[in-house]
C-alpha cells in the first residue's frame, strides 16, 4: 500500500474498513457535485455540449451501416474437472456429450442452451467467447482457425478445468435497420479507435524496480517529511472503534496536507520539476505503479499528466474501494483539460458503468447511482446509447463499448427518456426479426431497470409488460429469465 498515491491511501484505509462511518464515506468514497448540481462545472457542460453536437452531425451526414448479430446456435456444454492426460484425449479425439457423461459422472452438463459466438479483446489478447446469456455455459478460446467453429466441438484446458461446447450450428442474421443505428449511435458517441489504458497493461501493485532510478529518486524526495501518523489501534467497542478511525483519519488528512505543502515549496525548484519529468518519462514506459499521479496532475501539464494515468490500469481490492472509480474519474477531468474528448467520453462512460477489472463490484449505495444526469444534459440521447451498448454485433471493432445489462439498467433509471426506452425495449423483446441473443439481453436490461424501479408507480405496469413480452421467447428463455425475475424480488 505504501507506493499508492497518498490520498488514495488514505481513501482505500477508511473506505475499506468495517467502521467507517457516513461522514467518512461522503467525504472519501462520493464525487463532489459542483454548483450546478453535476460532476463538471458549468463552463466545462458547455464545452462538451458542443462537442457531443459535432459527434451528433458527424452521425447524421455519415452513410448508414449494416450490422448482423452474433454467431448463434444450440449447443451442449460440459463442465468438468480433468487431468492432463484425460484432457488431452477428450480434446485429440471428441466423443459424443453422452459419452463425455460417461466418463465424467461428476461433470456439469447443460444440454440445447442458446450459445453465441464473440470476438474480443482480452487484456491486448485477441479471444473468442462461446457463451449463453441465459445459462451458466461460457468458455474463452485465443482467436485462432482451431477454435473458430460453428459446429462441432470447443475445448477450454486450463489444469484441471475442462470444458467444452458442441455446437450444432450457429448462424448469423441481419439486426433491423432500426436497432442497427443504436449500435451505430454508440459508436459515433465512443470512438472506437480509442482505449483508455494501454491495450496490454494489466492491474499492477507491485513495487519500484530498482532500474527506475528517476522515479526512486522523486519518491525519495516526496518521502523526506515527517512520519505518518500511527494506524489506530482496534477495539472491541464499535463506538470506539468509530472514534479511533475518525481521529486517524483527520490525523492522516492534516499530515497529507503539511506534506503537500512542504512539497510545493520544493517544487518550486526547476531542478525538482525536471526530476519529475524524467521520472513520469520511466514510469510511463515501465508501467508505473501509481507512485506519481497526483503529482504530475499537480504540477505537470494536463496532457503529460494524462499519459502517465493512462499507462497504468487501477485494480478494486473489495466494494467499498473507490480508487478505480475515483482514478478514472481524474482521467475524466483531465482529458477535458487536455482537450482529448474520446478519452472523456469512454472514461466517463466507465465511471458511469462501473466497468473496472476488479475482485469485486463497488458498492453503489451513494447520492446517485451513475452520471446519465450529465450525458443528457451535454446532448447524449442516453436511452439510445444505454440499448445499443447491450445489443451485440459482429460487426462491431473489437474495442466497440459494450455495456453490462444490470448496470444499464441502473443509468436508464435516470435517464430522460424512461418510458421510450420500455416502449422500445418490449418491442424489441417481441421482433422476430431480432436474433434471439439480443432480445433476451434486451429482456434482462428491462428486467433490470424494472427492479431499479421497484418503489415507482410504474414497476408493476412494466412488469406486465415484461411478462407478455418475454411470453414470445422460446422456453428455456422463458424459464431461465422468470427465474431472473424472482431472483430479484
Known amino acids: 500500500m505504501k507506493n499508492f498515491p497518498l490520498l488514495a491511501t488514505l481513501a482505500f484505509l477508511i473506505c475499506c474498513n468495517p ?32 462537442v457531443i453536437d459535432s459527434l451528433h452531425l458527424r452521425c447524421e451526414t455519415s452513410p448508414p451501416k449494416q450490422f448482423r448479430s452474433l454467431d448463434q446456435g444450440y449447443g451442449d456444454y460440459i463442465d468438468t474437472f480433468a487431468d492432463s492426460a484425460e484432457a488431452h484425449e477428450v480434446m485429440a479425439h471428441p466423443m459424443t456429450i453422452e459419452k463425455l457423461q460417461k466418463m465424467f459422472p461428476s461433470a456439469k452438463v447443460l444440454r440445447n442452451v442458446w450459445i453465441a459466438k464473440e470476438r474480443m479483446n482480452l487484456f491486448g489478447e485477441k479471444t473468442i467467447r462461446y457463451a449463453s446469456n441465459i445459462a451458466p455455459a461460457w468458455l474463452r478460446v485465443p ?35 432500426e436497432y442497427a443505428t443504436l449500435i451505430r449511435y454508440v459508436d ?78 520544493k517544487m518550486q525548484n526547476p531542478v525538482n520539476m525536471k526530476l519529475l519529468d524524467d521520472a513520469v518519462a520511466e514510469a510511463i514506459t515501465h508501467r508505473h505503479d501509481f507512485s506519481l499521479d497526483e503529482y504530475a496532475v499537480r504540477y505537470l501539464s494536463p496532457e503529460r499528466a494524462l499519459s502517465l494515468e493512462r499507462s497504468s490500469r ?40 462501473d ?10 449505495s451513494t447520492r446517485r447511482k451513475t452520471y446519465v444526469r450529465e450525458l443528457d444534459q451535454m446532448g447524449v440521447n442516453s436511452m439510445k446509447l444505454s440499448i445499443g451498448a447491450c445489443l451485440s454485433s459482429r460487426d462491431v471493432n473489437i474495442v466497440h463499448y459494450q455495456g453490462s445489462t444490470a448496470v444499464m439498467a441502473r443509468g436508464l433509471t435516470e435517464s430522460a427518456n424512461q418510458t421510450s426506452a ?68
Not at 37 to 50: H, I, P, Q, R, W
Not at 143 to 169: E, N
Not at 225 to 244: G, I, L, N, V
Not at 337 to 344: S, T
Open 314 to 353: 487501477p485494480l478494486r481490492t473489495c466494494g467499498a474501494d473507490m480508487w478505480p472509480t475515483r482514478y478514472t474519474r481524474e482521467i475524466c477531468k483531465l482529458a477535458v483539460r487536455a482537450n482529448q474528448w474520446e478519452i472523456f467520453l469512454r472514461a466517463h462512460l466507465d465511471v458511469m458503468n
Open 355 to 364: 466497468h473496472f477489472y476488479q475482485y469485486e463490484p463497488s458498492d453503489t
Open 19 to 50: 467502521a467507517v462511518d457516513s461522514v467518512n464515506r461522503e467525504r472519501f468514497g462520493d464525487f463532489k457535485l459542483c454548483d450546478n448540481g453535476l460532476v463538471y462545472d458549468s463552463a466545462t457542460m458547455v464545452k462538451l455540449k458542443k
Open 422 to 489: 420500455v416502449t422500445l425495449l418490449l418491442a424489441m423483446i417481441e421482433d422476430k426479426r431480432l436474433d434471439l441473443y439480443n432480445r433476451t439481453a434486451m429482456a434482462q436490461l428491462l428486467i433490470f431497470y424494472n427492479r431499479e424501479s421497484m418503489k415507482t408507480p410504474a414497476y408493476q405496469r412494466n412488469l406486465e409488460g415484461i411478462n407478455r413480452a418475454i411470453a414470445t421467447l422460446p422456453e428455456m428463455v422463458q424459464k431461465s429469465l422468470t427465474a431472473k425475475m424472482t431472483e430479484q424480488l
Open 188 to 265: 459515433c458517441i465512443i470512438d472506437t479507435t480509442t482505449t483508455i489504458f494501454s491495450p496490454a497493461d494489466t492491474p499492477r501493485l507491485d513495487a519500484i524496480p530498482d532500474s527506475l532510478s528517476k522515479i526512486k529518486e522523486y519518491v525519495d524526495l516526496v518521502s523526506d517529511f515527517e512520519p505518518a501518523p500511527e494506524e489506530t489501534k482496534e477495539s472491541a467497542d464499535e463506538e470506539e472503534r468509530r472514534r479511533r478511525w475518525d481521529e486517524y483519519a483527520a490525523a492522516v488528512e492534516g499530515w497529507y496536507n503539511r506534506r503537500l505543502a512542504a512539497l510545493d515549496r
Open 143 to 177: 482467436d485462432v482457425a482451431i477454435h473458430d467453429k460453428s459446429t462441432g466441438w470447443v475445448f477450454s484446458y486450463h489444469y484441471p478445468f475442462l470444458r467444452g461446447i458442441y455446437l450444432k450450428k450457429l448462424t448469423s442474421m441481419q439486426i433491423p435497420a
